[in-house]
């Protein structure tokens, strides 16, 4: 079974870049037709989705925040990474690594909370 693990820093200045990683076992990021997104929720809101990487290389972003977020792989370490530029703290939210695929595959990480403070 595939299990993701979400990491990264808790606390993160306005000033700072927020990085996070999601590290994957029980499967590989390059399986066909598997898709990695990054999805997050505000404290008291719904889910949303950031964006993804396809198991091609592929990358796919909400177009509300795709001018600020970069989403990224490392295939040797099998490691799916999510960058936000200048975050607000209004981007304070639990964030989510998630699985889908075209057979309807659907996993999730335990989620990492991150706040965005001075």
């Known amino acids: 079974q595939v299990q993701l693990q979400e990491s990264g820093p808790g606390l993160v200045k306005p000033s700072q870049t927020l990085s996070l990683t999601c590290t994957v076992s029980?499967?590989?990021?390059?399986?066909?037709?598997?898709?990695w997104s990054w999805i997050r929720q505000p404290p008291g809101k719904g889910l949303e989705w950031m964006g993804a990487?396809?198991?091609?290389?592929?990358?796919y972003y909400s177009p509300s925040l795709k001018s600020h977020t970069s989403i990224s792989r490392d295939n040797a370490k099998n490691t799916v990474y999510l960058q936000m530029n200048s975050p607000k703290p209004e981007d304070t939210a639990v964030y989510y690594c998630?699985?889908?695929?075209?057979?309807?595959?659907?996993?999730w990480g335990q989620g990492t909370q991150v706040t965005v403070s001075s």
């Open positions: 029980g499967g590989s990021i390059t399986t066909a037709y598997f898709y």
């Open positions: 998630n699985l889908q695929s075209v057979w309807g595959t659907n996993y």
């Open positions: 990487i396809g198991y091609d290389g592929s990358t």
